[in-house]
């Protein structure tokens, strides 16, 4: 039987993920899977740390069999792998097969390395994070490097290094399965995507966005204004374990500061800015997966609002949320997100005692959109009494599938209703329609 060719074409990260290979089997340092119903290992080797965007991004697997008997294992042709940059967010890539045939039997003890292939999008640069879909395997970071007309390409690697390693079966162990899959790469559920967003392993940095961070400015009437907010959120202990579900270890501090600004005003003041500390427990994915929902989430605690002006125009808001947050469709493409955050006013609200009546209980926040493309969300309140409420909705686009080397997001929204402050909480705003720029969404 014909094995899985290897190309001879000089390439940075062919060079580097071939001599990785004898190290990694050896030292069983290779993210690692399982094939059923035959135990075969998976594993993904690393790449060099800085790779040629001008040439394919290759992965390669090594496929170990570890039966008593010869068994045939089937190779898929395309595997998928999600890419992302700093605030750029991921896209799906599918990295084709290269030769062989569709399928390889081993021998107990032997392996045989498979090579997959595609093309990195002109957007992506910088250090890229790679994730195979579908496979058990841990993301990758790599640097992306493409260089211009006039600058050499990435010099090769050394000679010593460029030694290919032979499909063997008694000088290698085979690797150790940890995980099942049908066929490595393909046929994966929605919930077994990659996750595009946000994920364990994103969630395990000490400091991140929160709420959407944006600067916009428009027109209504003949008031010309803008609004911008900053937000983010600090982990406040960084587990041993990242999987760790312990009120302490996902205990976090979020800040988030809005503001008003009166363009078209003498002087042009800032209308009215309001601050919002926090300090919940928050869980991206609690692990609840069915045929409906693709990742469930859930973030509670306590939250504090005020504007932080006196007398008459002071006002200020505490209340006690619960926000779950429901994905339905695969994360890595367009999909669904519903989040309900309840709360509970707490303590005294002598400035406002009437908020409820025009905030109610509950904002709804929806969204439809991919990670790469188009996205559109909104917040929809509604007050205890009367018709009060308001409607604040958001279209955004990445701006680096429009300008490759920017990052963020290009943003058109439409706000109607009661309080787009909260200085303003009881009166019903003009419609008003803003466009600008945001760093997350």
Known sequence: MRRPSISRQPHALRLHAIARTLSAALCASAFTVALSPAQAGISVLQPPKRIDASKPLELTLLVSADEESPQTYQL????????SADMIPPVQIPLQREGGDDSVTLKPGEF????????????????????PIGIDASPVLVAVVRPGANQPPLEPAPALLNAPLADSSSTVAPI???????????NAPAAASAPAAEDILANSRRISFH???????????DNTNAK?????KFRVFMPDDPRSRGLLDNLYFGYTQFSLWDLSAPSAPFRDTSYRPSLFYYLPDLGIQNRVFSRIGIATGLEHESNGKDGAESRSVNTYFVQPTFNVGNLNDYHFTVAPKVY???GPTRDNRDVGNYRGHMDLKLAYGKPDGWELASTL????GGHHGSADTQLSYPLSRLIPGTAGYLV?????????????YNQKEHPQFRVGYALWR
Not at 176 to 186: C, H, M
């Open 76 to 83: 898929p042709p395309t595997v998928m792998v999600a890419a």
């Open 112 to 131: 045989r390395k498979v090579r997959y292939r595609g093309m990195l999008p002109e957007h992506l640069r910088g250090m890229v994070r790679v994730e």
């Open 176 to 186: 150790a399965p940890s995980a099942s899959v049908a066929t490595p790469g393909t």
């Open 211 to 221: 709420e959407p961070m944006y600067f916009q400015i428009g027109n209504s009437g």
């Open 228 to 232: 911008f907010q900053l937000s983010f």
């Open 344 to 346: 509970a006013y707490l």
């Open 381 to 384: 309140r509604r007050g205890n």
């Open 412 to 424: 058109a929204s439409y706000f109607y209703g009661y309080g787009e402050s909260l200085l303003t």
